[in-house]
C-alpha cells in the first residue's frame, strides 16, 4: 500500500512538472508573439492613420494588431494603465493636454506624426459669419445650437470654453464623428445654417466649401500637431514595431488621401491598403 501511494504521489509530481513546463512554454511564446495593442478615436483622421500603422505593422512586421475605438479620456487612461501599446492619435499641445498631464508619468512621446492640425467651429462658406464674435446676432439663425462630437473630445472641452469666453446663447450637442458630417451634410443640401466642431486634416474639407470661423480671443488655441505615444516598454519588447512608430510621420494631404478612399466606401484597412501600395517609397522610410 505504501509502495502504491509513493508511486502515485511520484506520478502525480510527475504530471504537474510536466503541466508546468507547457504552462510555461505557452507563456514563452505568447511573450514572442504578443499582438500589439492600438488604442484611437474614431475621428476620421485617427481611424485613417491608425488603420494605415495596423495595416504595415501586421503585413510588414508580421505582429497580430488589436483596435479598439474608445473616446480620448479611456484611450488616454488606457495608455497609462497600459491596456494599449501605442496611440498615434493624440492632439497636442491643446486639445488633448490635460490628458497628457495627467499621463505623462507612464507614457513616452514620440513626438509629431503630423503637423498642421487645428481645431475649432466650422461653417459652410455661403453662411455670411465669419467670426465667432458674431454668433449672438445670428442665435435663430442656427437654432442656437452647435453640433459637436463624442462628449470626452478634447474639441468639446474648448468648446465649452468658448462658449462662455464669447458669453454665447448656444448650446452645445454631442454625438460623434459621423453624425456631426451627417448634420453637416444635411445642412447644406437644404442650404441651412449650420455650425459644427471641426478639425483639420478631415474629409469634409475635400467634399465641401467650409471655413472656419475666426477665434480672435484664441479659445480653440494655435496649430496643433497630431502625436504618437507608446508604453514605456514597447521598444525593447517590440523593437521593430518602435522603430516603425517612431519614423512614423505623414502630412494631412497624405491622410487625406485615406478618409476620401473610406468616405467613398471602402472598409478602412482596404483604404489603408490600398494608400500603402500606392505609397511604397513612403512606407520604407518609416521602416528603415
Not at 499582438?35 to 475621428?43: A, F, K, N, P, S
Not at 484611450?75 to 486639445?95: E, S
Not at 506624426?113 to 442656427?142: C, H, M, Q, R, T
Not at 447644406?188 to 478631415?202: A, F, K, L, M
Amino acid at each position: 500500500m505504501q509502495r502504491n501511494t509513493t508511486s502515485l504521489l511520484k506520478s502525480s509530481w510527475t504530471a504537474i512538472a510536466f503541466a508546468v513546463v507547457a504552462v510555461l512554454g505557452l507563456q514563452a511564446c505568447d511573450a514572442e508573439t504578443d499582438e500589439i495593442r492600438l488604442g484611437y478615436v474614431l475621428w476620421d483622421s485617427e481611424i485613417a492613420s491608425t488603420h494605415v500603422v495596423a495595416a504595415i505593422i501586421e503585413d510588414e512586421l508580421g505582429h497580430d494588431v488589436n483596435l479598439t475605438a474608445v473616446d480620448a479620456g479611456p484611450m488616454w487612461t488606457g495608455m497609462a494603465r497600459g491596456d494599449f501599446d501605442a496611440i498615434v492619435a493624440a492632439w497636442l499641445p491643446g486639445t488633448h493636454a490635460a490628458y497628457l498631464e495627467q499621463t505623462q508619468d507612464d507614457i513616452v512621446n514620440l513626438g509629431p506624426n503630423l503637423e498642421g492640425a487645428k481645431i475649432g467651429w466650422v461653417v459652410p462658406e455661403y453662411v455670411p459669419v465669419n467670426s465667432i464674435e458674431e454668433l449672438n446676432d445670428y442665435v435663430d439663425e442656427f437654432d442656437g445650437q452647435i453640433t459637436g462630437i463624442d462628449p470626452g473630445a478634447g474639441l468639446m472641452a474648448a468648446s465649452e470654453e468658448a462658449i462662455e469666453l464669447y458669453e454665447l446663447d448656444y448650446n452645445l450637442l454631442s454625438g460623434s464623428d459621423a453624425a456631426m458630417t451627417a448634420a453637416l451634410e444635411r445642412a447644406i443640401d437644404r442650404e441651412e445654417w449650420v455650425i459644427v466642431t471641426g478639425w483639420t486634416p478631415h474629409w469634409k474639407f475635400a467634399a465641401h466649401d467650409l471655413k472656419y470661423l475666426e477665434d480672435p480671443r484664441g479659445a480653440f488655441g494655435d496649430a496643433e500637431h497630431i502625436a504618437t505615444i507608446v508604453t514605456p516598454g514597447l521598444e525593447d519588447r517590440h523593437p521593430d514595431v518602435f522603430s516603425f512608430l517612431d519614423n512614423f510621420f505623414w502630412t494631412p494631404e497624405e491622410m487625406g488621401e485615406v478618409m476620401i478612399y473610406i468616405e467613398e466606401g471602402m472598409e478602412p484597412f482596404d483604404a489603408a491598403r490600398q494608400w500603402i501600395a500606392d505609397n511604397p517609397d513612403r512606407v520604407n522610410e518609416w521602416l528603415n
